[in-house]
């Protein structure tokens, strides 16, 4: 190490930093943004009408606790306000949990398949991060409780999982949970929660009422169409949450998230109406591609896994082809899956135009 310069804690050069989808076509043509999982309906009007009342109080500081966003949150899930904290995304939250109980020495266990995020978090906290394999592109309980050792001090399980839209019931949830000692924090990441429409479905929230090493996390940047302004929430036992109040940045979640979030939550009917379009073209999405020889992952996401057969038919070669007429999706190397892409739901016109494109692709016509 060079000591004519400041240098990171040791193990930070370590860690893969993470890459987001690309977002840009050729120059020229409409883009089709596919990659994210963004909702192709957009925000709540509400919410956007909340913003434009900020016009006068941007040299206001924002509500240190956002009390006005986690009543809102409360009031439309029944729980008690005191038990949520905000973040600047379910980034930030997950990244707190990381500070508050992983130090070095310390192990977190994630999924095969996981968000890319998880091992971030962990490595910059200066633990180790412990992969449990998955089982048909699917949380594999006793994989998972295979890997807990003494020095096991949180579990991150997303469920739905990004980006294979697979799902543990919540049986499974439970028996991984019932099997974990009492002192490892169980983080459940449902981000896609809203979207599942499964009876052996829980996001986790009756888990948290009734442990004390649970942990929710959600988010706004999925269904309700608010990723510009970044904003998560966790639901957590009061110890927890108030081990993270104690790091958190000072006013993490700024005046226009607040106002945007606590008015988009609010608007149930939205919400029905993303969960309603999303019923209507993941299965048609799925199916059609099915028809022209790909493997999909099932899914309960707003978005799908789409498997490749081959080197002809590769993942890289389609991605090239939708880029250049526009329709970006993701490539997911860095998830572990080199011959695939993940598509998220789009409008009538994008899912329809992307199932036109890889038709041709799939019979050899790349015009």
Not at 109 to 119: A, Q, S, V
Not at 233 to 239: N, Q, T
């Amino acid at each position: 190490m060079s000591k004519n310069r400041p240098e990171p804690k040791p193990g930070i050069l370590n860690i893969a930093a993470y890459v987001p989808g690309k977002s840009a076509a050729p120059a020229g043509i409409k883009t089709a943004k596919l990659s994210s999982n963004e909702s192709p309906l957009g925000p709540s009007r509400s919410a956007v009408d909340a913003l434009g009342a900020l016009n006068n109080n941007l040299h206001e500081y924002p509500d240190a606790s956002a009390s006005q966003l986690r009543q809102a949150i409360a009031d439309t899930h029944g729980l008690n306000a005191d038990n949520i904290i905000c973040g600047n995304g379910s980034d930030d939250l997950l990244s707190m949990l990381a500070n508050a109980y992983l130090g070095p020495g310390d192990e977190a266990i994630h999924t095969e398949h996981g968000f890319l995020y998880y091992p971030i978090v962990i490595g910059a906290a200066g633990a180790k991060a412990v992969i449990a394999k998955e089982k048909d592109c699917q949380a594999d309980v006793d994989a998972i409780l295979a890997c807990v050792s003494e020095k096991t001090r949180i579990v991150f399980l997303a469920n739905p999982n990004n980006p294979t839209g697979t799902y543990l019931p919540n049986s499974q949830v439970r028996r991984l949970h019932e099997a974990l000692p009492r002192d490892v924090l169980l983080v459940i990441d449902a981000a896609y929660a809203e979207y599942v429409q499964r009876n052996d479905y829980e996001s986790g929230l009756e888990l948290v009422s009734n442990n004390e090493n649970v942990v929710m996390t959600r988010t706004f940047s999925k269904i309700h169409g608010l990723a510009s302004l970044r904003i998560g929430w966790a639901y957590a036992p009061a110890h927890i949450i108030d081990a993270l109040n104690r790091i958190r940045g000072p006013f993490n979640v700024n005046s226009a998230a607040i106002a945007a979030g606590t008015a988009a939550i609010a608007d149930t009917a939205h919400v029905q109406n993303c969960v309603i379009h999303n019923n209507e073209w993941l299965p048609w999405v799925s199916e059609q591609l099915e028809k022209i020889g790909l493997k999909v992952t099932p899914s309960v996401g707003n978005f799908i896994l789409i498997h490749f057969p081959g080197e002809k038919y590769s993942a890289d070669a389609a991605d090239n082809l939708l880029t250049s007429k526009g329709y970006i999706l993701r490539a997911v190397t860095g998830y572990g899956f080199p011959n695939a892409l993940r598509m998220t739901i789009g409008t009538e016109e994008e899912n329809q135009s992307v199932v036109e494109i890889l038709t041709m692709f799939m019979k050899g016509s790349n015009s």
